[in-house]
């Protein structure tokens, strides 16, 4: 198992930018694929962006694409999510996730670990 704690969400106004920040417990980080999800209210969770576990594979939703960049750094048990010229839209709540079976990235079932979330909140 590994704990995920989240940080960086806030209110932005649209075209802004945030870095979201996703700190892992546990010495095995670096065998974990991530993921970061969102959620808005009403809606389900929905798959945003995914890192393999040395970083060399990365994968998008088609609504985030050329605008957001998930990272990570192994070496401080991290995993970014860059976003930039952010919408509207891209308000809710975002969670990052691990993965401890090569399974694929969409699903939330797929992920074993949760953090707790960040509220990220867009003006227009």
């Known amino acids: 198992q590994v704990q995920l704690v989240e940080s960086g969400g806030g209110l932005v106004q649209a075209g802004g930018s945030l870095r979201l920040s996703c700190a892992a417990s546990g010495r095995t980080f670096s065998t974990y694929r991530m993921g970061w999800f969102r959620q808005a209210p009403g809606k389900e969770r929905e798959f945003v962006a995914a890192?393999?576990?040395?970083?060399?594979?990365?994968s998008y939703a088609e609504s985030v694409k050329g605008r957001f960049t998930i990272s990570r750094d192994n070496a401080k048990n991290t995993v970014y999510l860059q976003m930039n010229n952010l919408k509207p839209e891209d308000t809710a709540v975002y969670y990052c996730?691990?993965?401890?079976?090569?399974?694929?990235?969409?699903?939330?079932?797929?992920?074993?670990?949760w953090g707790q979330g960040t509220q990220v909140t867009v003006s227009s």
């Open positions: 890192i393999t576990y040395r970083g060399g594979f990365t």
């Open positions: 996730a691990a993965q401890n079976q090569p399974l694929g990235v969409v699903l939330p079932t797929y992920y074993s670990d």
